[in-house]
């Protein structure tokens, strides 16, 4: 199975500065079948973008998704407060589904 | 506006089967546009899919839960089930429903809609 690295754990921000997020596969996401969801306390994961970077419906330009292959990042620009949360990417091309670990994003 | 909601005993005892229902309302599970999934969540593994269902009954699932794992629909019910056996302590966690899509070719199965959760811990 395609293992999902995302790494660092946390990373901490301040409100408005820009973040880069990062997912590693083990090996190369076929199609670049790659997807990114949001999780906040108490919640179910929100899509946010899929297919490595077409955006889910009513999710703001601000979420912008690249990469291919194995190496894939979510940057989010200009950082609002309620987008402190944990990031999961989700391998969607080889069976199984997978998904990475998490990135935190904690307030600075 | 598509819901789905999961539904189960919270508590389940060692070697028992979990058994676990998501209802889907604003929204028919018959589609053939759609491919319905069981995910968990850990603490200590994470984001886990278990498996997924089309309308038809036509599942596939996670190899290293299917010694274990059924997943079936109830078309007139508008649900689709999840049923995990010999469960032990590592068995716990939320569970959600969700549907993937839209569509069902490969490129269409990120999980789109998710079910809120319900937590499963299993404890004699």
């Known amino acids: 199975e395609i293992v999902l690295t995302q790494s660092p754990g946390t990373l901490s921000f301040s409100p408005g500065e820009r973040a880069t997020l990062s997912c590693r596969a083990s090996?190369?996401?076929?199609?670049?079948?790659l997807a990114w969801y949001q999780q906040k306390p108490g919640q179910a994961p929100r899509l946010l973008i899929y297919g490595a970077s077409s955006r889910a419906t009513g999710i703001p330009d601000r979420f912008t998704g690249s990469g291919s292959g194995t190496d894939f990042t979510l940057t989010i620009s200009r950082l609002e407060p309620a987008e402190f949360a944990v990031y999961y990417c989700h391998q969607y091309g080889s069976a199984p589904h997978t998904f990475g670990q998490g990135t935190k994003l904690e307030i600075k | 506006q598509l819901q789905l909601q999961e539904s189960g005993p919270g508590l389940v005892k060692p070697s028992e089967t979990l058994s676990l229902t998501c209802t889907v309302s604003?929204?028919?599970?018959?589609?053939?546009?759609?491919?319905w999934g069981w995910i968990r969540q850990s603490p200590g593994k994470g984001l886990e899919w278990i498996g997924s269902?089309?309308?038809?009954?036509?599942?596939y699932y996670n190899p290293s839960l299917k010694s274990r794992v059924t997943i079936a629909v109830d078309t007139s019910k508008n649900q689709f089930s999840l049923k995990l056996s010999s469960v032990t302590a590592a068995d716990t966690a939320v569970y959600y429903c969700?549907?993937?899509?839209?569509?069902?070719?490969?490129?269409?199965?990120?999980?789109?809609?998710w079910g809120q959760g319900t937590l499963v811990t299993v404890s004699s």
């Open positions: 269902i089309y309308y038809t009954g036509s599942t």
């Open positions: 090996q190369s996401v076929s199609s670049n079948y």
């Open positions: 969700a549907r993937h899509g839209p569509g069902i070719a490969a490129a269409e199965l990120y999980f789109h809609h």
């Open positions: 604003g929204g028919s599970i018959s589609s053939s546009s759609y491919y």
